[in-house]
């Protein structure tokens, strides 16, 4: 089986911009999640989708949005970019049926640079 | 108090030793807990998920779970120095709360 794949890996911006992050997750599974990677707050929740409905958000501020498509490819998007934002944009897949208990797998990542 | 908790390290152990990483959590509701290895420059890696009290073995690896002592442990048998890299502790609260929150890690240095 193919694992998560993120497009595009890399990114540069400029402050004010915006961006989007692709995710297609792991055939099969239905619920994708996004996480924030800074050396400084570690691993952070920004929210998951399972069946094109948002399920779950982390406390980061409305420019920070995402959806989910039929396929269960997911897209996340950060508007009105901010220095802050550098960090390392990570999606992960998981089944999220009936008793799963939500192992998740991570894609490689989306490293995004604001300038 | 941070919800899931972790010594950041660096854990330095000898090729071929035990090393054992720690995680503590605040949640005591929480249902499910898992370990990740991140390589530097690269995304975490799940190594093992743990649900109930006990251990669970996995080749070298070997998770424990206290959900009285609200504690979770990894044991790396045989250490090598592929092993070398940060340990994540994640912790998926009561239903509900589906989200995994993670440690800071803590950095595994296995000696040759």
């Known amino acids: 089986k193919a694992g998560v794949t993120q497009t595009p890996r890399y990114l540069i911006k400029t402050r004010g911009q915006q961006v989007t992050l692709s995710c297609s997750p792991i055939?099969?599974?239905?619920?994708v999640s996004w996480y924030q990677q800074t050396p400084g707050q570690g691993l952070q929740f920004l929210f998951e989708?399972?069946?094109?409905?948002?399920?779950n958000k982390g406390n980061f501020p409305g420019r920070f949005s995402g959806r989910q498509f039929s396929n269960s490819r997911s897209e996340m998007n950060v508007s009105t970019l901010e220095l802050g934002d550098s960090a390392l944009y990570l999606c992960?897949?998981?089944?999220?049926?009936?008793?799963?208990?939500?192992?998740?797998?991570f894609g490689p990542g989306t490293r995004l640079t604001v300038l | 108090q941070k919800e899931v908790e972790q010594n950041s390290g660096p854990l330095s152990v000898p090729e071929g030793a035990i090393a054992s990483l720690n995680c503590t959590y605040s949640?005591?509701?929480?249902?499910?807990f898992f370990w990740y290895r991140q390589y530097s420059g690269k995304s975490p890696e799940l190594i093992m998920f743990?649900?109930?009290?006990g251990d669970k073995e996995d080749g070298r690896f070997t998770a424990q779970l206290n959900k009285a002592s609200q504690y979770v442990s990894l044991l790396i048998r045989d250490s090598q120095p592929s092993d070398s890299a940060t340990y994540l502790c994640?912790?998926?609260?009561?239903?509900?709360?589906?989200?995994?929150?993670f440690g800071s890690g803590t950095r595994l240095q296995v000696q040759p």
């Open positions: 992960a897949s998981s089944f999220a049926g009936g008793s799963s208990y939500n192992e998740q797998f």
């Open positions: 055939s099969g599974h239905r619920s």
């Open positions: 989708y399972f069946s094109e409905t948002q399920r």
């Open positions: 949640d005591r509701g929480s249902q499910s």
């Open positions: 743990i649900y109930s009290n």
């Open positions: 994640a912790v998926k609260g009561r239903t509900g709360r589906r989200a995994l929150t």
